[in-house]
């Protein structure tokens, strides 16, 4: 009887620990908290590029330069990226990436904080001395140059604050950090899934970690929205005072509050990897017992055996000889070096093209950043999740072999460079600016960037020329400042403030009772207006090809090496993607964005700050003809591949990896020794599916 209970008290403590292991799985666990943390980095990389022009124009830099600042996230990654992705496996990982979270949370909040340190942001010269409406210029005839532009005294005193634009250099040193933290997150926790999953399960665990990801695309571009909305100085300003709206070219949103949230939501992530095993599958009371045994060993045998496995560890799983030889492997495996170099050429289309998106839609069709970001979120994003799903659902249905995949991501990136070339069609006439584009009397056009001279219209007004408060008169023609303008008079508590008895008006023939003008650039016109609507559905079918293909990018990475290379092969392929890539492509997009300006802004010192207005259709040839043309090389590339590895493959059945298969030579086999690591061989096959 005594021993029927006993069985019976065993058995429910059996169940017990049994649903108690169901409920509180490790590797489930682990799943959670690296799905929040997938969706923590997306919020803070994403942060970084809707904000990279609030940075520009708050800190009065060029897009290169801010194309650098960006870049930095890649640099810190490109620091630790391959030691973490090939020896990371080997430690503890849950642990190495509850670290990495906490640094990218630090690296973050770096980023935000010279907003704490800086003074109030001046959007203009007036406001370095007053930020009433008062303080507009007008046109002063008959009145000395002293009046408009501040006094020598005063320049001297914003120089000696203009030192705060180089705290540009703590945001690049923050987003470094933020890239530092992010490197195991990705390879140590996609590995630890694929290592711990049972079988079958390890796609649908990566299926889920994906679409979870596309949480944080969302909540950033709308978190995007609203900070861009918000002035800068929000709480400490009266923002009554302020006279620009979101859709001036000098408007900076409260950039700093997204790396706020996102640092202090990564930190909060980073707290479940601490308590997570490093092995899920071995018992609770195994892992204190192995624990318990390491401090204490009975036997001097024991002692033999631990000191024994802990001299192979380091001398066999962390042999520098080891990853020599792996990186050799991969270095001469020809069809992995193309389809690196292909993909680089397109990601940093993509790359290049995704930092300078929302100042192309400015610039191009008059619409806020705010506006740009909101559509982005709601809009586009979907349709990448939907072709992200609908891609991995069709290289499953029709089963297709690896050659298929590289066919299928031929076909896509074909579709996505058609997209790309249809922007051209899209672009909108320049802008009408006196004194850029037209002649100040508003009919004659301008060839050149250069200032256009003074009209007799307001030749007399004593204009200070340097100045940016730019007016839209009710001729649809955008005046640099009131005073160029030629308006003597400004209106009482007018909201938008508007200007009246503008002489230039007059002269450009415009018929009018009151020639008059409200501050900020005129809107678009209609035609504009409606290319932009085209321009977000093609936009959408871009998205929608590029993400039909992203799936067969992976796989294509992965069944081109050897299986016990894949990590190190995704390791270094993300190494070339970030640097150049990722460092690169921002900062040659910003230069040739840079070309295209028509109107430097001032800072107080008399340097060049950040650009006010580009020439729309030089910008826009520059910036589509660049992504246009790396797409275009890699898809010719991309094609090369496709050949070569139908020659590769020709007469081999490829039909195991639509299951996951690996599929080895035996030469390739017994260059592996027994525990899987790389052992140099005489004769090692280029290529491995």
Known sequence: MEEYQHLNKTTETQSSEKRKDRCCDPLKMFLAALSFSYICKIIGGITMKTAITQIERRFDISSSVAGFIDGGFEIGNLLVIVFVSYFGSKLHRPKLIGIGCVVMGVGSILTALPHFFMGYYRYSTESHVNTTESSISTCLINETLSLTKPSTEIVGKGCEKQSESYMWIYVLMGNMLRGIGETPIAPLGVSYLDDFAKEGYSSVYLGILNSVAMIGVIVAFLMGAVCTRMYVDIGYVDLSSIRITPQDSRWVGAWWLGFLVSGLLSIICSMPFFFLPQNPNEPQKQRRKASTSLHGLNTDEEKNQAANSTNHEKHGTLSMTDFLQSMKSLLTNHLYIMFVFSTLLYFSSLIGG??????????????????????????IIPCMATGMVLGGYLIKKFKLTLVGIAKFSSFTAFLSLICQLLYF???????????????YD??????????????????GCNCDETQWEPVCGNNGIT???????????????????????CSCLEVSGFKSMNYSARLGECPRDNPCRKKHYFYIGVQVMDAFFSALGATSFILLLVKNVLPELKSLAMGFHSLVIRTLGGILAPVYFGAMIDRTCMKWSTTSCGTQGACRIYNSISFGIAYLGLSSTLKFLALVVYIALLYAMKKKYEGKDTKA????????????????????HFVPSSVVSDTHI
């Open 354 to 379: 995704f930092t300078y998106v929302f100042k192309y839609i400015e610039q191009q069709y008059g619409q806020s950043i705010s506006q740009a970001n909101f559509l982005l979120g709601l809009i």
């Open 425 to 439: 069609a899209l672009l909108c006439d320049r802008k009408s600016v006196a004194g850029l584009t037209l002649a």
């Open 442 to 459: 508003g009919i004659n056009p301008v060839a050149s960037h250069a200032n256009a001279p003074l009209s007799y219209c307001n030749s």
């Open 479 to 501: 005046y640099l400042s009131p005073c160029l303008a030629g308006c003597t008079s400004v209106g009482d508590n007018e909201k938008p403030t508007v200007f009246y008895n």
């Open 657 to 676: 990896l639509e299951h996951g298969g690996k599929v080895m030579d035996e030469t390739s086999r017994k260059s592996l020794n027994s525990n899987g």
